[in-house]
């Protein structure tokens, strides 16, 4: 297909195919008024669904530059900022995993956000385009037999600094998601943060991939608790699980219901 197929006065005889193809390809405004004007029901349900797409895209581009607003404050004064969060505070079993990242300035992509409010597939899909565009991320991950010595919330407080101090570049100021990390450094508690900050989704999305992979590969290491598909929370399959084949070494003995099938 040629753009001169898809001047105005040429629009009644390209396909719908085409017209399609036309929308995918930023098409002209001149283009789009031709579109307008045809009487082909085809075209109009194209034309409909490139407005509706462009409408999803500003909306997600408004998300993300009002999702940057901390981020644009103080990076005059801060240049690297780490976003930092965690997963896994409620689970049976598995690790708290926590993630800090360092976005570029230029930072673009659009649907980040709390992970809890994506697809499995749009968190995987944001997870990979985030490592190939953050400047530096870092992982925590701090495992039952932590999570049974310290209590959930100081063992999470513990690997949240163990994210910052594994970042390449030194941060200069933190956004935090609903805690306070343990390092002398200049930071921002942030209630609901991952819906408030770009770095802080952005560890959200990472910190929650990181966790659901290590899941699934110890759904194939301790089969039976359907840790693939609950992550390790506490599900009638996995409670199941533990009333049948007993506790696991990555089953926090500290939370109830393990207690319970420890006896």
Do not use: C
């Amino acid at each position: 297909m040629t753009e001169e197929l898809l001047l105005p006065e040429k629009v009644g005889q390209a396909t719908i195919a085409k017209i399609s193809a036309a929308l995918a390809a930023a098409p002209s405004a001149a283009l789009l008024t031709a579109l307008a004007t045809d009487p082909r029901k085809g075209v109009q349900q194209a034309l409909r669904r490139y407005q509706r797409q462009q409408q999803a895209t500003a909306e997600l581009q408004a998300a993300l530059q009002q999702k940057l607003t901390l981020e644009r404050q103080l990076w005059p004064q801060y240049p690297l900022i780490a976003g930092i969060d965690e997963v896994g505070r409620g689970p049976l079993a598995g690790p708290v995993v926590t993630a800090a990242v360092i976005l570029p300035h230029d930072f673009h992509l659009l649907g980040v956000d709390d992970s809890k409010r994506l697809t499995a597939q749009e968190r995987e899909r944001l997870y990979r385009e985030i490592l190939a565009v953050a400047l530096d991320i870092s992982i925590g991950v701090g495992d039952a037999q932590l999570i049974d010595r310290e209590n959930i919330y100081h063992a999470t407080e513990i690997v949240m600094g163990q994210a910052v101090r594994g970042l390449y570049y030194r941060p200069q100021f933190l956004l935090v998601d609903a805690m306070t990390v343990p390092v002398r450094l200049p930071q921002r508690k942030l209630i609901k943060g991952d819906q408030q900050s770009a770095s802080i989704g952005a560890a959200s999305i990472v910190a929650k991939q990181v966790r659901d992979h290590l899941m699934a590969m110890y759904d194939q290491v301790y089969p039976g608790y359907d840790f693939v598909d609950n992550a390790g929370y506490g599900t009638a399959k996995h409670l199941a699980g533990l009333a049948e084949l007993g506790v696991t070494p990555i089953h926090r003995r500290s939370f109830a219901p393990v207690q319970a099938a420890l006896h």
